[in-house]
């Protein structure tokens, strides 16, 4: 048997004692401590497996035994790192950011109840986006999910990360609106209307009376969600669009320009993608299909996969929902902006319900199939983000482009880019895609990462979201006010988590007994 990790001042016997008080309290068959557990909780993505190993895993199915496992944590002092479904790829999946912490794992609880009249979902987090799309199928419910580009993983998780779809429901975490949460010394609590015995409305305001804390135990090391409820979009009665490409690197500044405006007026309401021509290669086809040649691809090879899959150097996909009126004079001035700007085609799409549905993102299916461009170098494969926040400005986006464009050749990687809009911002997603069996290419993933959160840095842009071995890095990016942000945050880690037994680093949030672990 390999060594159990353990945190810092543990023991083997005394995790050995922690495992022995979770199977009393919640039964043998939902705790998890032989190397095959651990193997089974790793992040399979990190560049280093061995940085986040988990002591076990312990799978609670209820709030009261939530409950219970936090109140053994305080006994044993033993930090536990809740998941909802673990699926978390390319920022740490199921794996702690302590290693010997206790991965809480909650995907056995998988309640689902459905306000039909108000199109509010009350979930816990074990339910995956499949879960709730077929249950919404079972009952013949007319609403749409927003689901993210691998789907595998649960609803609240990824809004509970700032995870985001392609709808305009698409940025998760906005559609909470009220939670029950375990708190880190065991106290139930819930957020907004739910703070009120009975109130009909726990699922329809969001803020309650007083301060509103939903977004507080988002990215947050603060309790453990237990309970949350929803926003769903009802069915639109028609679904538009179009697939725009364009031709060159520097279109990204008139395609964010002419985006722009539309999103913040809300004409779009859905917040588009931009993303550039390896999307595409990377998950139908495979690097050796195209070149044996090491370093980043060349100019030969990008237009031979333009060539064959008939794309730009980038692609947006533009969608419309709601009445079909209001959508097709909206496609007018959508056609018109884009063509305005010279595309190289635009292939429009149309729906309305009752046709049969086009499955994907822009209708809200669960997909997995993004997650097959990890076989693009060949062995092992995995990817981190790099996503930093920008305004929405064209010469801003061009010139962040150029400048990770020429890091990725730098650091010998294909690119893989995109700018996702928000309401008024971008999010600058960059893949960096890798083979874990080749040790060339891994010796090189942890400079360019590092390379890449300085040259942002140095321009203001911070990161949304990213991988456990960053959370740190990241946190001390966000540094105005000598880091007046994170003395609050730890100031409240304290206050909430006396022990420091939830998520000890989590988001760069460290509490006192732990703060030795803090990395920069
Ligand atoms: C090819 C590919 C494409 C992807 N595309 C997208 C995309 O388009 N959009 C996107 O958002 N993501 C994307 N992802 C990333 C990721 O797979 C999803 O975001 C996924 O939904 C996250 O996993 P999960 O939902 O199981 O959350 P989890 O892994 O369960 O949770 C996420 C984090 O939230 C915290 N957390 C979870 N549950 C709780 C709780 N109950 N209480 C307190 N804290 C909790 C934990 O710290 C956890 O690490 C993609 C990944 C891949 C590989």
């Known amino acids: 048997m390999a060594d159990i990790p353990l945190p810092r001042g543990f023991t083997a016997a005394k995790m050995s004692q922690a495992q022995k008080a979770f199977e009393a309290a919640l039964g043998a068959d939902k705790v998890f401590f032989t190397d095959l557990d651990r193997t089974a909780y790793e992040d399979k993505f990190a560049i280093d497996d061995a940085r986040h190993h988990p002591a076990g895993a312990i799978a609670p199915t209820s709030v009261e035994e939530v409950q219970a496992a936090v109140k053994i944590a305080n006994q044993f002092r033993l930090p536990l790192w809740p998941i909802s479904r673990g699926k978390n790829l390319g920022y740490g999946t199921s794996a702690p950011e302590l290693a010997g912490s206790v991965v809480l794992d909650l995907s056995r609880m998988k309640r689902i109840e459905f306000d039909e009249a108000n199109g509010v979902v009350t979930l816990e987090p074990g339910v995956g986006f499949y879960d709730l799309y077929d249950y919404l199928q079972q009952h013949k419910l007319p609403f749409w999910l927003s689901t993210p580009g691998n789907s595998w993983g649960s609803v609240i998780g990824n809004a509970l990360d700032r995870g985001v779809g392609y709808t305009p429901y698409g940025e998760n975490t906005k559609n909470f609106c009220g939670m029950e949460v375990v708190l880190p010394t065991g106290e139930v609590v819930r957020t907004g209307m739910g703070a009120f015995s009975n109130a009909p409305t726990w699922g329809l305001y969001p803020f309650g009376f007083g301060p509103a804390w939903d977004q507080m135990f988002v990215q947050s090391n603060f309790g453990i969600v237990t309970k949350a409820n929803m926003w769903l979009m009802p069915e639109p009665e028609s679904l538009m669009g179009m697939d725009v490409e364009y031709d060159k690197p520097e279109d990204i500044k008139a395609m964010i ?192 990462f590092r390379q890449l959160v300085a040259d942002a840095k140095a321009q203001g842009y911070g990161e949304y979201r990213t991988h456990l071995d960053y959370m740190d890095l990241v946190a001390t990016t966000y540094d105005w006010n000598g880091g007046a942000l994170r003395k609050l945050n730890e100031k409240v880690k304290n206050a909430l988590d006396p022990n420091g037994i939830l998520a000890p680093g989590k988001s760069g949030i460290w509490p006192t007994n732990y703060a030795g672990e803090r990395k920069a």
């Open 257 to 448: 320009d002419t985006i722009g405006p539309l999103r913040r007026e809300r004409v779009l309401q859905q917040s588009p993608s931009i993303g550039n021509w390896l999307r595409a290669a990377a998950v139908l086809t495979r690097r050796t299909d195209w070149t044996d040649k090491p370093g980043a691809l060349g100019d030969d090879v990008i237009d031979a996969i333009r060539k064959k899959f008939a794309i730009g150097w980038w692609g947006v996909s533009l969608r419309l929902y709601g009445r079909e009126g209001v959508n097709k004079a909206a496609y007018t001035i959508l056609e018109n902006a884009m063509n305005a700007i010279k595309p190289l085609s635009i292939k429009p799409t149309s729906w309305v319900k009752g046709q049969p549905m086009e499955y994907s993102g822009w209708t809200g299916t669960p997909m997995t199939f993004p997650m097959q461009n990890i076989n693009w170098y060949g062995g092992r494969g995995g990817h981190i983000g790099f996503s930093p926040l920008l305004p929405q400005d064209g010469t801003a986006a061009l010139a962040q482009f150029k400048r990770t464009y020429a890091r990725y050749k730098e650091y010998g990687m294909d690119y893989q880019g995109s700018f996702a809009f928000g309401e008024r911002h971008l999010i600058n997603v960059n893949a960096m895609i890798f083979n874990k069996d080749d040790p060339k290419m891994m010796s090189r993933i942890d400079p360019f």
